[in-house]
């Protein structure tokens, strides 16, 4: 029996983030909403290409080829188009072969008030309104910046990469080093609490049922020792020790793991994204998103927290 869609990985994704459609958005910029549903209706039937995040969802997909039984994932598409006008994304999706079957037409509003109808544990899109507008309700949410597309078919495997602070995990400790700008009170405070695990950040659902993924796959390697396992999961975090032992503390409490996890102390971030090469990578800070190697890393960034919040500081007197 499939898995109930309350048990199922479900990645929400916008048309903007799956495909290209620059060419359609400028028409729609240009001319306007009507200019823009008769070039829509003109070009039903050319396909779209591909966008930042269609390498992911193609391999996110073929979990469930390896898995037909329990179907484990699902991929839900949320659009502010309307149904004519979304055709042409449909018929992309069939033409990519893409198990793609659900399905939000908005027609010109943001679907993101949906994504809990749908279980949905990440919703990517292009358009930041959107983004933004589902973390401030807390839902999972990511921006999908752009970049060039690296989609290698004889590539099997899945590799997600996440920050940690104001990702997986709340942003408390990124609160208490924004403070002051303090290293040694961020240090001190994480080996203070280094026993207790953090609140769950906006990912952590989603990073929990992908280690849901990982036991199915250890136990279709344990089956059969010739299986390939498809999802690599890696922890790219500028902490370093002693701030590392909280990190620890968090996942064992949740009773998930990652595959390699890399304690940088604020080194560039791009010499490890260079090697392990994600097909996605989570990351609350621009900054950190903005040094991706050569523009080729599929860049998420999640609005959340601290990092994201505009400072004011006050500079009147009081009377």
């Keep these: 029996m499939p898995f109930p869609i309350e048990e199922k990985l479900v990645i929400g994704v916008a048309s903007s983030a799956l495909f290209d459609l620059s060419d359609s958005h400028q028409v729609y910029l240009d001319e306007g909403p009507e200019a823009y549903r008769s070039h829509q209706a003109r070009q039903r039937d050319v396909i779209l290409a591909r966008g930042v995040a269609f390498p992911f969802i193609r391999r996110f997909l073929s979990l469930n080829r390896c898995f037909p039984q329990q179907a484990p994932v699902e991929v839900v598409l949320f659009s502010r188009n309307s149904p004519e006008t979304g055709l042409r994304v449909m018929r992309s999706i069939a033409h990519y072969g893409l198990d793609i079957s659900r399905a939000v037409f908005m027609s010109g509003k943001s679907p993101y008030p949906y994504l809990p109808a749908f279980n949905t544990a990440l919703f990517l899109s292009a358009n930041e309104e959107d983004v933004k507008s589902a973390i401030a309700v807390d839902y999972p949410a990511g921006l999908v910046l752009p970049s060039a597309i690296a989609d290698e078919e004889d590539d099997i495997e899945l590799r997600v990469a996440f920050d940690f602070d104001g990702v997986i995990a709340d942003d408390e400790s990124e609160t208490v080093y924004k403070r002051n700008n303090d290293l040694g009170e961020f240090h001190a405070h994480e080996t203070l609490h280094m026993a207790r695990p953090h609140q769950p950040g906006p990912l952590a659902g989603m990073f929990r049922k992908l280690a849901m993924l990982q036991q199915l796959e250890h136990e279709a390697q344990q089956a059969d020792p010739d299986y390939r396992r498809i999802v690599r999961i890696a922890i790219i975090t500028a902490r370093s020790a002693p701030a590392h032992e909280r990190v620890v503390t968090t996942l064992g409490s949740w009773g998930v793991s990652a595959d390699e996890t890399f304690f940088l102390g604020g080194m560039d971030k791009a010499r490890v ?42 500079t009147d007197t009081i009377p």
């Design 273 to 314: 994204l260079s090697v392990f090469k994600p097909h996605i990578f989570f990351d609350d800070q621009l900054t950190h998103l903005k040094s991706g190697p050569g523009g080729t890393i599929p860049m998420v960034h999640v609005p959340f927290g601290v990092a994201n919040r505009r400072i004011v500081e006050r």
